[in-house]
């Protein structure tokens, strides 16, 4: 078999081979940090705990308006996390993108993110910015609103970090009954942002009052397993970031049935 860097071997949906990061420009996020309860524990992989207590929980709606997969929309929930190195980051519970056959294809394949095809909108008005996640369309599952109107203190700042963690759980099934073929990784990536800076050098990074609500809750699409305890921390940014596979934590095969 040639090397193989993507399928079909002639025409990869993506970019694969050795160089696995991929560039992200001109993206805009709003986020809303916030406590949540034990129901957390229930999604992490046994080889992650809560980072705090109670464990903190992030949702957010981000644009790419370019990147090495093309332009999309992404909304993301994940729960701030320890691996077994004693490094914190955000393991992903949900995610979601618009129409990109790339972006979820590179997103699920490569790093193991969960990710499934929605409506997402992230729209402002005045000075409110408000992200929204639909699946399917008129199917209302969050919406989060945000007044970004003041830059984001020293003291903020130490919640924020421009270098971030993930960890997403990577499952190849079994092609057959006896469970030939199957594969559980637990993976570690990263994503390095580039805050743009204003006219005046000052890096586009605000916070302010952040609301999350779960509109209508779905057992297809369960993302308000992460209650919404207390806001911690809600944030505005403009940047560039790069995105990187850091390394397999853990991995388990099947055996097969002899």
């Given at each position: 078999?040639?090397?193989?860097?993507?399928?079909?071997?002639?025409?990869?949906?993506?970019?694969?081979?050795k160089?696995?990061?991929?560039?992200?420009?001109?993206?805009?996020?709003?986020?809303l940090?916030?406590?949540?309860?034990?129901?957390?524990n229930?999604l992490?992989?046994?080889?992650?705990?809560?980072a705090?207590?109670?464990?903190?929980?992030?949702?957010g709606?981000a644009?790419?308006?370019?990147?090495?997969?093309?332009?999309?929309?992404?909304?993301?929930?994940?729960?701030q996390?320890?691996?077994?190195?004693?490094?914190?980051?955000?393991?992903?519970?949900?995610?979601?993108?618009?129409?990109?056959?790339a972006?979820?294809?590179?997103?699920?394949?490569?790093?193991?993110?969960?990710?499934?095809l929605?409506?997402?909108?992230?729209?402002?008005?005045?000075?409110?910015?408000?992200?929204?996640?639909?699946?399917?369309?008129?199917?209302?599952l969050?919406?989060?609103t945000a007044?970004?109107?003041?830059?984001?203190?020293?003291?903020?700042?130490?919640?924020?970090?421009?270098?971030?963690?993930?960890y997403?759980v990577?499952?190849?099934?079994p092609?057959?009954?006896?469970?030939?073929?199957?594969?559980?990784?637990l993976?570690?990536?990263?994503?390095?942002?580039?805050?743009?800076?204003?006219?005046?050098?000052?890096?586009?990074?605000?916070?302010?009052?952040?609301?999350?609500?779960?509109?209508?809750?779905?057992?297809?699409?369960?993302?308000?397993?992460?209650?919404?305890?207390?806001?911690?921390?809600?944030?505005?940014?403009?940047?560039?970031a790069?995105?990187?596979?850091?390394?397999?934590?853990?991995?388990?095969?099947?055996?097969?049935?002899r």
């Amino acid at each position: 078999m040639p090397d193989v860097k993507g399928i079909p071997l002639d025409a990869p949906l993506y970019h694969g081979g050795k160089n696995r990061g991929s560039s992200f420009l001109g993206c805009q996020a709003i986020n809303l940090m916030f406590s949540v309860g034990h129901e957390a524990n229930c999604l992490l992989p046994k080889e992650l705990v809560p980072a705090a207590n109670p464990a903190i929980a992030i949702v957010g709606v981000a644009r790419y308006r370019s990147s090495t997969v093309g332009p999309y929309l992404e909304c993301y929930s994940g729960i701030q996390v320890r691996d077994p190195d004693g490094e914190t980051g955000y393991y992903i519970a949900y995610i979601y993108v618009t129409v990109n056959d790339a972006a979820l294809a590179s997103g699920r394949e490569v790093l193991g993110a969960p990710k499934k095809l929605a409506h997402i909108r992230l729209i402002r008005e005045g000075g409110l910015i408000q992200g929204t996640l639909e699946r399917p369309k008129g199917k209302r599952l969050l919406t989060l609103t945000a007044q970004p109107d003041e830059r984001m203190s020293s003291d903020s700042r130490q919640m924020y970090s421009a270098r971030t963690n993930f960890y997403s759980v990577r499952q190849l099934p079994p092609i057959i009954e006896s469970g030939k073929g199957a594969v559980t990784q637990l993976v570690k990536w990263c994503t390095d942002r580039t805050l743009r800076r204003d006219e005046r050098g000052e890096e586009v990074l605000f916070t302010g009052p952040t609301s999350l609500t779960y509109d209508s809750p779905s057992i297809i699409d369960p993302v308000h397993n992460l209650t919404v305890g207390q806001a911690l921390l809600g944030t505005y940014e403009e940047y560039d970031a790069r995105l990187e596979a850091i390394d397999i934590l853990s991995e388990e095969s099947n055996p097969v049935n002899r």
